[in-house]
């Protein structure tokens, strides 16, 4: 009923309510974007990364392997004293 008595206040509140939430959309676009350019920005970096990577294991193929035995026994320690104390 307050409605039928005074359909100005509800109008106002009604363009309000759309102008809040325009506001709301553009932000998530905004952010939306952002994410977008800051995951490429990623992939970019990654790409380079990768492209490093595979250039020393070119060069240096013994020492590739031997870090990676050496990553790889880190790793497999770690995991083996976190399974040790999950059991005690």
Known sequence: ?????NPLK??????RTHK???KILDKAADIGERGKEAMDGL????AAAKENV???IRKNPEKSVLIAV???AVVGAL??????????
Not at 79 to 88: D, E, V
Request: proline residues 0%.
């Open 1 to 5: 009923m307050a409605n039928k008595k």
């Open 10 to 15: 509800t109008s106002g509140l009604r363009q």
């Open 20 to 22: 809040s939430v325009d």
């Open 43 to 46: 992939k970019e970096k990654a």
């Open 54 to 56: 595979d250039g020393y």
């Open 70 to 72: 050496g990553v790889g």
């Open 79 to 88: 995991l083996a004293a976190a399974m040790m104390r999950r059991k005690n």
